[in-house]
């Protein structure tokens, strides 16, 4: 598949620009990206940028045109409202339908069947079984609790030697380093085994998942830096979910979100990850290059 046309949908963002990056080291040679906005002033020469927009079909037709595999990390509702995932994949959909892809990639969560409450994991249930439908060969690469973020409140806390747990400190959930999952969805979408097709593939940790406290005990362990961890009661977002969401969406979603992570079923099973893209990193190995990266380390 490395000679075969691949269009990463989302490539401006946090992840979407990792994933070009592993694409490229990949040996994608005919690679392009869609965004709303112009090609970042630092873009690689060897990336295509095509202007589209999930909400304007027609942009989508455009991009898609002779396009083999799309790989999607796009979503709305951390920047615009939760109807930009449910509409925004309908139609990219339809989109890769009429474009006959190859293969879709598409970036989905841990759990999300379990989840109906969560409005964004709702919205990656939904897509899935419209790309099922649509009878395009997929790869669904679900993704835990992001480690790292854009605006990294861990690695800020950890600097100020504070760790903030999210409920209590004994609930384990999965995470990922979104570098680990943006290779996951490279390898995805270059993976000339047929065994890859119409796969779902949790992404997580080796050692499994982690409870707030082995988080903290790990960051201290790696950095030796120590860390004062203070809680946000289980008991706060319980009160305030259905209050906020007369005021914010997302705040909603995200309260959502953190209550069903206490329900002990956000867990990664990381079997088929190994078996199909390669050796899952254990925590410490992941916490170590996530510490390396925002200069942690003694």
Not at 45 to 66: C, F, I, P, Q, T
Not at 220 to 247: A, D, N
Not at 260 to 272: E, H, N, S, Y
Request: with cysteine; hydrophobic share 45%.
């Amino acid at each position: 598949m490395h000679s075969q046309s691949i269009l990463v949908v989302g490539a401006t963002g946090f992840l979407g620009s990792k994933i070009l990056r592993h694409l490229e080291r990949d040996g994608a040679v005919d690679l392009r990206a869609m965004s709303r906005r112009s090609a970042p002033v630092d873009s690689s020469a060897a990336v295509e940028w095509m202007r589209g927009d999930m909400m304007d079909v027609a942009s989508l037709d455009a991009a898609l045109k002779g396009v083999d595999v799309v790989v999607s990390s796009a979503n709305g509702y951390m920047k615009e409202t939760i109807e930009a995932d449910f509409q925004g994949n309908r139609n990219l959909i339809e989109a890769a339908a009429r474009a006959r892809v190859k293969r879709f990639v598409f970036l989905s969560i841990v759990a999300c069947e379990a989840a109906s409450e969560v409005p964004h994991f709702h919205a990656k249930k939904v897509a899935e079984d419209l790309i099922k439908a649509s009878g395009i060969p997929y790869v669904f690469v679900r993704a835990p609790a992001f480690l790292d973020q854009s605006k990294d409140y861990v690695a800020e806390g950890a600097k100020a030697g504070r760790f903030v747990a999210v409920g209590d400190r004994t609930t384990r959930w999965s995470y990922v380093l979104t570098d680990d999952l943006a290779a996951c969805l490279a390898k995805a979408a270059t993976c000339p085994r047929d065994e890859i097709t119409n796969q779902t593939i949790d992404i997580g940790w080796r050692d499994g998942a982690k409870s707030q406290r082995e988080i903290a005990e790990l960051i201290t362990e790696v950095t030796r830096r120590p860390l004062s961890v203070w809680v946000v009661p289980w008991l706060v977002f319980r009160v305030l979910v259905r209050p906020i969401r007369l005021v914010s969406e997302l705040g909603y979603d995200l309260m959502r979100m953190f209550l069903f992570f206490r329900t002990g079923r956000f867990v990664a099973d990381v079997t088929k990850q190994e078996r199909l893209l390669g050796p899952a990193p254990t925590a410490r190995d992941a916490i170590t290059r996530w510490a390396a990266a925002n200069k942690l380390m003694p």
